[in-house]
């Protein structure tokens, strides 16, 4: 049974026009994270929530925001998505022990 | 701050033989260390993972890794190659208490050659 889901699986968007990719668990994991995966990198964290506390990475752009509100469900909206945003956005959550529990994740395509 | 190297952003291995895909960490706590896959256009799945009980750690699809304090390494492994293991494999790394943040390696794409 899938424990972390991501919506849509593809997305594809507009330059400039916002776009709101979706995940929910059922872990129950007070932890949440989304990281951004470009072609053939490593994931890179953008932000975190520990319950509701927001905690954005240093070198997350303004564009991206977040919004959880509530334990199973949390958003990722880009407000201006631009080319370089083409990317794989994976959502995941954390176990006590650190281990990180991954949606399928979102092909986003920024035309 | 803690961080893992993977050696090698690509491997190459001939079907039954042998997969040794290498990871060396920095920590300066004891770490907890695991190693995901990710097959294309899919989200890592957890392959196994070590929080500091048995240094050899055995996981699903036959792979294991060994933690080894005196070497800051964890190299993971395979006896024996499928063709369904070709994928991408991320070593990563936190610490115990509370939330930590997981950072990962840039990854090692393993080819495996009939």
């Known amino acids: 049974d899938a424990m972390v889901i991501q919506n849509p699986r593809y997305q594809v968007t507009q330059f400039g026009k916002p776009v709101t990719l979706s995940c929910s668990q059922t872990l129950n994991h007070n932890v949440m994270y989304w990281y951004q995966q470009k072609s053939s990198q490593a994931p890179k964290l953008l932000f975190h929530?520990?319950?509701?506390?927001?905690?954005n990475e240093a070198d997350t752009p303004d564009n991206f925001q977040s919004r959880r509100p509530n334990t199973s469900f949390c958003f990722l909206d880009i407000r201006s998505p631009g080319l370089g945003d083409t990317a794989m956005y994976l959502c995941a959550t954390s176990s006590p022990t650190g281990e990180a529990f991954f949606g399928q994740g979102t092909r986003l395509t920024v035309v | 701050a803690q961080s893992v190297t993977q050696l090698g952003s690509h491997v190459s291995v001939s079907e039954g033989a042998l997969v040794l895909l290498r990871c060396n960490y920095s920590s300066s706590v004891p770490p907890y260390l695991f190693w995901y896959v990710q097959y294309p256009n899919q989200g890592l799945q957890l392959l196994l993972k070590y929080t500091s009980a048995a240094t050899l750690v055995k996981g699903i699809n036959g792979f294991e890794a060994e933690f080894k304090k005196s070497e800051t390494s964890f190299h993971l492994t395979k006896p024996s190659a499928h063709m369904s293991d070709a994928a991408e494999y991320f070593c990563?790394?936190?610490?115990?208490?509370?939330?930590?943040?997981?950072?990962f390696g840039t990854g090692t794409k393993l080819q495996v050659i009939p």
């Open positions: 929530y520990y319950d509701k506390d927001f905690n």
């Open positions: 990563a790394v936190t610490v115990s208490g509370g939330y930590q943040k997981v950072t």
